[in-house]
């Protein structure tokens, strides 16, 4: 058996702790959406964070069990997930199961219209694999405006600073 003594939740030693933002981003709004997100969990007053950002048909397993939390960014298709996310939680589900359970996550949807049929699977599969809500869903309909920016920005800030230990 491995000896974790002194080993953060990732495995690594060194107390540094890593936040994967897993996203769909197909859009210039959802990209702003992307940025803000990603501004806010870079915000420099959090320490000992690393943010790294990979498109959800390039997230791997490995990534997952090296992240202490997590970010879902998404688009409201067909009132379900994308395909690109849907085929992230495909790839990781069963092989990061037992591992990632307590970790916290946040989620951001973007519809033109309706997003609940997006965030309630997502649930889904977060509550399947224990992971815990760090900050209420971000569902966003419509267009990308300095209040949306700034949702974005505490979002990513809560969920890094809760992967931290500071909240």
């Given at each position: 058996?491995?000896?974790?003594?002194?080993?953060?939740?990732?495995?690594?030693?060194?107390?540094?702790?890593?936040?994967?933002?897993?996203?769909?981003?197909?859009?210039?709004?959802?990209?702003?959406?992307?940025?803000?997100?990603?501004?806010g969990a870079r915000d420099p007053e959090i320490t000992g964070v690393t943010v790294r950002a990979v498109p959800a048909l390039g997230a791997t397993v490995p990534?997952?069990?090296?992240?202490?939390?997590?970010?879902?960014?998404?688009?409201a298709n067909f009132g379900y997930m994308s395909g690109a996310l849907k085929h992230f939680f495909d790839t990781v589900y069963y092989p990061c199961l037992d591992?990632?359970?307590?970790?916290?996550?946040?989620?951001?949807?973007?519809?033109?219209?309706?997003?609940?049929?997006?965030?309630?699977?997502?649930?889904?599969?977060?509550?399947?694999?224990?992971?815990?809500?760090?900050?209420?869903?971000?569902?966003?309909?419509?267009?990308?405006?300095?209040?949306?920016?700034?949702?974005?920005?505490?979002?990513?800030?809560?969920?890094?600073?809760?992967?931290?230990?500071?909240?």
């Open positions: 058996m491995e000896d974790r003594a002194g080993a953060d939740e990732a495995g690594r030693g060194d107390g540094s702790r890593t936040v994967l933002v897993v996203h769909h981003t197909p859009s210039p709004p959802t990209r702003e959406i992307l940025e803000a997100v990603l501004a990534d997952v069990l090296a992240a202490d939390g997590f970010l879902f960014g998404t688009t591992a990632v359970a307590g970790r916290p996550y946040g989620l951001w949807v973007h519809g033109n219209n309706d997003t609940a049929g997006a965030v309630a699977s997502v649930r889904r599969l977060t509550t399947g694999l224990g992971l815990v809500q760090a900050a209420t869903d971000l569902e966003i309909t419509g267009p990308v405006d300095a209040k949306v920016r700034e949702q974005c920005y505490e979002l990513g800030a809560i969920v890094a600073a809760t992967a931290a230990g500071e909240i």
